[in-house]
């Protein structure tokens, strides 16, 4: 393979190695193009909201809330959002897969570049980047972390200009709350490495953590709060923030990659690279990890450690790296075939979601208000005002006790918002189960329709008022 691809570089064949990245990225997205997630819905209702001048509000008739995690996010989608929700959407969904193949085909040009690094194990890293499900599904689900992960990806790439670096990751923090102690570990690292010295290394920090500060700042003169209402509506904790990022190590894939303690002792950038995506990590477990499918709080540093295993692969002995890429190909073949039907599901998702917005359209129609659990759909079937049994974009919701399916809403409080129609999942979660028990709502609502979800037996029971 060495003296094949040795022998197309000759000839003038380089941009194999962009166009290899660029499929790498391309393919396994196209496959996953089917996956989205509710949440995805929500920001785009600020978005549509903020081109039609109704302000930053999740209801049109509503108070500004805090309810998008990524601040700048409705703001980039707003040249998109001049349209009904589901085709917003499918726009982010678009934008999120060719970012994300820019920045796939930029890494692959880069990893092509290190001639010193054996080729089949380049092309072993593209292997498990492709084979890399949670990075292909995220690059299609219309929220930001295709984007986020593409500034990552690209922050990496720019190790030899320090300050980029830290712009790029900086960018990537303003997207992803939980990357601001990544973007500052590797700006750090940076620096260090190319020997700016302290005050370089100080500048660094400052300019990654920047966009970081700037959202925080912005959310505490607009709501009073430093955090994302996020934070307070899905309180998570340590025990589950460990169980996730362990997963999420696996799952990915390419963490497998970097195990490689020797060589990163040798290969300072790829080393500053796998001490950030540490510190990430500690981030994810601080938080408590996500309940989103597919790792989705693990992705945006992924790529990355693509080209920190081709950077240490010129330090490592041979077998080493060819066991470490033959193990992370070997992880991604499994979980393919162990997942099989779960990525099958995953690849219907925006296909029922666009049929369950459909069938409650009539429903809804000319309701004032709503109360849901799962307000991305509801919010892409109405315009009627929602009552977010999740807290997600209701502050006065999200301080409430309990995590994001179970916040403890008692029928007078919810009779108080004025709903009028309920929307509950099936299989009920613990919200919505102890609001369907409870005899006053009972006595105020009846079941009225049944909207199945997708091929299986679940759906959504819609109770109207008395």
């Known amino acids: 393979m060495d003296v094949l691809f040795g022998g197309m570089q000759r000839f003038g064949l380089r941009p194999v190695w ?34 039609a001048g109704a302000g930053w509000r999740f209801d049109a008739g509503g108070p500004s809330t805090d309810g998008v995690t990524p601040l700048p996010w409705p703001v980039l989608l707003a040249p998109m959002a001049h349209a009904p929700a589901l085709a917003v959407l499918w726009r982010a969904r678009a934008f999120g897969l060719v970012v994300w193949v820019v920045a796939g085909a930029a890494l692959g040009a880069a990893v092509g ?62 997207l992803r709350p939980e990357l601001a102690a990544w973007a500052i570990v590797l700006a750090v690292g940076v620096a260090i490495v190319a020997q700016r010295g302290v005050r370089g290394a100080v500048m660094a920090a400052a300019i990654a953590l920047a966009p970081f500060a700037a959202c925080a700042l912005v ?25 996730y990022a362990g997963a999420a190590c696996v799952v990915c894939v390419t963490p497998v990659l970097v195990l490689a303690p020797l060589a990163l ?18 981030a994810i477990v601080a938080v408590g990890g996500d309940w989103m499918p597919f790792a989705r709080l693990m992705v945006p540093v992924a790529p990355s450690l693509v080209w920190a295993a081709v950077l240490a692969s010129e330090h490592a002995a041979r077998w080493a790296t060819a066991t470490r890429s033959a193990a992370a190909i070997a992880v991604a073949v499994s979980l393919l075939v162990i997942g099989r039907h779960t990525i099958a599901d995953a690849r219907r998702v925006a296909d029922d979601r666009a049929a369950l917005v459909a069938d409650a359209r009539p429903l809804l129609e000319g309701v004032s208000r709503v109360a849901a659990l799962d ?14 049994l999740a807290g997600l974009t209701d502050p006065e919701i999200a301080a409430l006790p309990g995590g994001h399916t179970s916040k403890r809403v008692d029928a007078m409080f919810l009779l ?5 129609v309920l929307v509950f999942y099936r299989p009920p979660r613990v919200v919505e189960a102890r609001l369907e028990a409870d005899d006053v709502v009972a006595r105020h609502f009846e079941t009225s329709a049944w909207l199945p979800l997708g091929r299986g037996s679940t759906g959504y029971v819609v109770m109207t008022r008395r």
């Open 265 to 282: 002792r040798r290969a300072h950038e790829a080393l500053v690279i796998v001490v950030a995506a540490v510190a990430h990590v500690g």
């Open 375 to 388: 307000v991305g759909w509801v919010g892409a079937a109405t315009d009627a005002g929602v009552v977010d």
């Open 219 to 243: 959310r505490v003169l607009v709501w009073g709060r430093p955090a994302p209402l996020a934070l307070m509506a899905k309180p998570g904790e340590l025990s589950q923030g460990l169980v």
């Open 113 to 174: 570049r290190r001639t010193s690094a054996p080729t089949w194990a380049r092309a072993a890293a593209l292997v498990a980047l492709a084979l890399s499900v949670p990075i292909a599904a995220h690059a299609v689900s219309g929220m930001e972390t295709a984007l986020a992960t593409s500034l990552a990806t690209f922050a990496v790439l720019s190790v030899r200009r320090p300050l980029m670096t830290a712009t790029l990751a900086g960018l990537a923090a303003a």
């Open 416 to 420: 108080a918002r004025d709903p009028d």
């Open 18 to 51: 962009l166009v290899a990245g660029a499929l790498a990225a391309l393919l396994p997205a196209l496959a996953m193009w089917g996956f989205t997630v509710d949440d995805a819905l929500i920001p785009v209702r600020y978005a549509r909201h903020l081109v």
